[in-house]
């Protein structure tokens, strides 16, 4: 399958195409209002058909021919409508266009879901970075706290090690946000990877009593060691979506 644009009237279209489930959407045909309204979005002009012609030529550079398959329009349009409002040279612009790319890349179809544009179409630049980093490897988040002896519980959490690399961020204390986020969207997030330490006085405290009474460690705290890392679906979510390039936009 090749990737053929016959003229600036058929990119046109496409944008057309794109459009005009959003108005039928609103119940309203695209009059002077919504010209003015969908023009700034989803305009066919030239600056936008050089973009397609771009992404199309990207394509087929990178996709041998004996590799290319007919791409699914459930994926391909809401893909192609976020790409319409990214910037090509920033990260989630080129995320976009990575599924773009993959929907016709028979050899990523085991890793490709629908689900895709729609979720990276509600994400940060901060947790695509954060995305991108986890595909390149784990970082280890170690915490200990002390024990309330008077209420059986543990307080005052401490950070020993954070190997996240924080000054990546635009928003840097937004870390513990950005991991929630994307927990909850199932992609990434922290969990214990070993398991917990106690920390001990030195001392010894006696437990039970009378004939079965003993002396223990006195405990006063505990170690505990998490990771930060993607989950099965973030694994398959970031071979779609992040290549090589998505490093660059980090530098």
């Not at 919504?34 to 700034?40: A, E, M, N």
């Not at 009378?210 to 930060?228: C, D």
Request: hydrophobic share 35%.
């Amino acid at each position: 399958m090749g990737i053929e644009i016959k003229d600036n009237k058929t990119l046109g279209k496409i944008y057309e195409d794109i459009a005009q489930p959003i108005a039928r959407q609103a119940g309203v045909a695209i009059g002077e209002v919504g010209k003015l309204i969908f023009s700034p979005i989803y305009y066919p002009t030239k600056y936008l058909n050089n973009r397609i012609e771009k992404w199309f030529e990207r394509i087929e550079n990178n996709v041998s021919k004996e590799n290319r398959i007919e791409a699914k329009p459930y994926i391909t349009i809401p893909t192609l409508q976020n790409l319409s409002l990214q910037n090509d040279e920033e990260l989630l612009g080129e995320m976009f266009f990575n599924i773009l790319q993959s929907s016709v890349d028979k050899t990523k179809q085991k890793f490709l879901s629908p689900a895709f544009p729609k979720i990276l179409e509600q994400l940060t630049k901060d947790e695509a970075i954060m995305l991108v980093l986890l595909k390149k490897q784990k970082y280890k988040y170690h915490t200990k706290m002390d024990l309330d002896k008077n209420n059986n519980h543990f307080i005052n959490e401490k950070i020993e090690l954070n190997e996240f690399p924080l000054d990546k961020f635009e928003f840097q204390e937004n870390l513990w946000l950005y991991n929630s986020h994307l927990h909850n969207l199932n992609l990434s997030g922290c969990w214990e990877y070993k398991e917990q330490e106690p920390i001990y006085s030195g001392n010894e405290i006696e437990k039970g009593s009378g004939a079965i009474s003993y002396r223990v460690p006195e405990q006063i705290g505990i170690k505990r060691f998490s990771e930060f890392r993607l989950t099965e679906f973030g694994e398959a979510f970031a071979e779609v979506c992040i290549t090589k390039e998505c490093e660059e936009f980090l530098k």
